[in-house]
């Protein structure tokens, strides 16, 4: 947006336009935090967003963040990190306020805003504050503003009951894959942790988004040994995170903490090799090209390119990957229906897509057998969720919940069941007894807030640090 000053006197910046640039912006020389503003108070605060939000102003920048009145602030758990962190309602949707320095927020607002570009899942960046002062002209902190990511969890609360060994699996291998997703287009973390990241349920496993990225560089590309610096940084954060739950009693005592957190070793390095190794095989076997697109597209990978080589004698052929992307199924189903799942969802989804085809319109275009679906199977499940019940779940996670419901009902019985029925049972067993992940985090019980609070550490100058 063009620059522009509204009536309160605020000013408004775009986000930077040098796009081309890589890792961090230059650090700017920054005024003494003795000197006072030069200009009226009013008049001193600037927001560099890539959309003006009006709202943005109506909250209480001249105020420190550790002070917030209760009206501004969303009830949502906070956990360990270096810096004060809030989480404030704003409009309709709910945003995570961390104080830092100028040159932290702004390097971090450009690096999630390039993440954003390359489809990575992070956080979405909503503004930098800056030129904060109080009434009486005292300096604060400027503000990096990203946008909370609804109907995600940070790692304390999955584990404010004691989960299974096998769902602590399946965390470490959903943050193994987010890093194998920013590792492929050159984003080099520096701060890999369980802390660092939000996970949203994706149709029995998790996918995982990057939250604090102000420890990240860009790069065309990384070297390995920048991959395995990252790969052990993530190995000893996540030990060390194991050691408080286990301490917390939140994690079952059998768990070693060491040999779990080694897993995002192994889960990573699977990763890595079937997505980029190279492939040797004989002439005669070329259908092992369809059989390791096959494998990719279950990683919910999709291949654009592939490099195939014959060797000098010819009797060999070598094949390697040269570009892939994350989000097959996503894609697939966003193209067909317009809807935007997880991509495990989106797999499941898609099954269930496929079987309706053959039973129903065999023979059929497929674009015209997705839309008789999403009309008779995925908005009637949908709708018949009662609206008491409609935020516990997103609705492409009720679908696949109900459908899985359903094979379970047929195999129990050794028969078929009706959608109809297999719903109502759905909602009256299941969904009924789940707790609300839309608002869990809005209106934490005092269980939850004892355990993420329980994780409230003190920096070195004495001052309380919390989760982003």
């Known amino acids: 947006m ?105 390097h971090e607002y450009h690096m999630l805003r390039k993440l954003a570009r390359l489809d990575v899942p992070a956080v979405e960046p909503v503004a930098v504050i800056t030129g904060r002062t109080t009434p009486d002209g005292r300096p604060l902190n400027p503000c990096l503003v990203t946008r909370h990511l609804k109907f995600s969890m940070p790692y304390r609360a999955l584990f404010s009951q004691m989960l299974r060994k096998d769902t602590l699996t399946r965390l470490i291998d959903a943050l193994a894959l987010l890093l194998v997703r920013l590792h492929l287009v050159g984003f080099y973390w520096g701060d890999v942790s369980l802390s660092n990241t939000l ?140 809807l935007d799942a997880q991509e495990n969802q989106a797999r499941r989804l898609l099954n269930d897509m496929d079987a309706y085809r053959a039973d129903n319109y065999p023979g059929q275009d497929e674009e015209i057998s997705a839309h008789a679906w999403v009309s008779q199977v995925f908005e009637p499940i949908v709708r018949s969720i009662p609206r008491e019940l409609s935020g516990k779940l997103e609705p492409a996670e009720v679908v696949h919940e109900v459908l899985e419901h359903r094979w379970y009902m047929t195999e129990k019985r050794n028969q078929h069941v009706p959608m109809a029925e297999a719903l109502q049972s759905y909602i009256d067993d299941v969904l009924r007894h789940r707790r609300d992940e839309a608002t869990l985090l809005l209106n934490p019980d005092t269980d939850l807030i004892k355990v993420l609070e329980a994780g409230v550490i003190k920096a070195d100058d004495g001052d309380e640090d919390y989760e982003d």
């Open 2 to 106: 063009s620059e522009n000053t509204p009536s309160n006197g605020a000013q408004w910046h775009d986000e930077p336009t040098d796009y081309d640039q890589v890792g961090k912006l230059p650090r700017a020389e920054a005024a003494s935090v003795d000197e006072a503003p030069s200009g009226p108070v009013v008049g001193s605060l600037n927001i560099t967003a890539a959309s003006a939000d009006p709202e943005l102003l109506d909250l209480p920048w001249h105020i420190a963040l550790e002070e917030w009145p209760q009206a501004n602030l969303a009830a949502l758990p906070r956990g360990i990190s270096r810096h004060v962190v809030r989480f404030a309602h704003l409009g309709g949707t709910v945003i995570a306020i961390k104080e830092t320095s100028e040159h932290v927020a702004r």
């Open 199 to 338: 996970f949203r349920r994706d149709a029995g496993a998790f996918a995982a988004y990057l939250v604090d990225a102000e420890t990240g560089e860009l790069y065309p590309d990384l070297s390995t040994g920048q991959r395995e610096y990252d790969l052990e940084i993530a190995r000893v954060n996540i030990a060390g995170e194991l050691m408080d739950l286990l301490d917390g009693e939140l994690i079952d005592e059998l768990v070693d903490p060491v040999a779990t957190s080694e897993r995002i070793m192994e889960s990573y390095r699977r990763l890595w090799d079937e997505l980029t190794a190279k492939e040797s095989f004989e002439l005669g076997e070329r259908w092992r090209v369809g059989a390791r697109i096959r494998r990719l597209n279950e990683l919910g990978f999709d291949v654009e390119e592939y490099a195939i080589k014959t060797t000098a004698d010819g009797s060999t052929i070598q094949l390697q990957p040269k570009v892939v992307d994350a989000g097959h199924h996503q894609r697939r189903l966003l193209r067909l229906t317009g």
